[in-house]
C-alpha cells in the first residue's frame, strides 16, 4: 500500500506559478512510476505529467509542455510538478498517482495503483 498526500495548491493570477508536491509514505518510492492528474470542475480526470522510476524520462499533456515540469526526488520519496504561467484553464483538482508496473508514456488512469485524494489550484484572469 502506497499513501500519497499532495499539497501546495492555491489561489493565483494568471502568469504565476505554483510547485505542488506530492509524498509517499512507501520507502520503496522508486520502484513506482509517478504522475500528475487534474480534473477540472464538471470535466473527466486527465493526464498531466509522468515521469519514470529514475526520474530519467518524462511525458506531458500538449498543453502544459514548456510550462510544467514534472521532477522526483527518491531519496525524500517525493514527486514535484512545478507549474508556470499558469492560465485560468489550468484550474483543477490535481492528483498524485503511483504505479508499480507500467510505462511513463501510458496516460490511463486506470493503469494507476495508488491514488491521493488532490489539492486543487484555481486561477484567475
Known amino acids: 500500500q502506497v499513501h500519497l498526500v499532495e499539497s501546495g495548491g492555491g489561489l493565483v493570477q494568471a502568469g504565476a506559478s505554483l510547485r505542488l508536491s506530492c509524498a509517499a509514505s512507501k520507502h520503496t518510492f522508486s520502484n513506482y512510476v509517478m504522475g500528475w492528474f487534474r480534473q477540472a470542475p464538471g470535466k473527466e480526470r486527465d493526464f498531466v505529467a509522468g515521469?519514470?522510476?529514475?526520474?530519467?524520462?518524462?511525458h506531458y499533456r500538449e498543453s502544459v509542455k514548456g510550462r510544467f515540469t514534472i521532477s522526483r526526488d527518491n531519496a525524500k520519496n517525493t514527486v514535484y510538478l512545478q507549474m508556470n504561467s499558469l492560465k485560468p484553464t489550468d484550474t483543477a483538482v490535481y492528483y498524485c498517482?503511483?504505479?508499480?508496473?507500467?510505462?511513463?508514456?501510458?496516460?490511463?488512469?486506470?493503469?494507476?495503483?495508488?491514488w491521493g485524494t488532490g489539492t486543487p489550484v484555481t486561477v484567475f484572469s
Open positions: 515521469i519514470s522510476r529514475a526520474g530519467g524520462s518524462t
Open positions: 498517482a503511483a504505479k508499480r508496473y507500467g510505462i511513463v508514456t501510458n496516460t490511463d488512469e486506470n493503469a494507476m495503483d495508488y
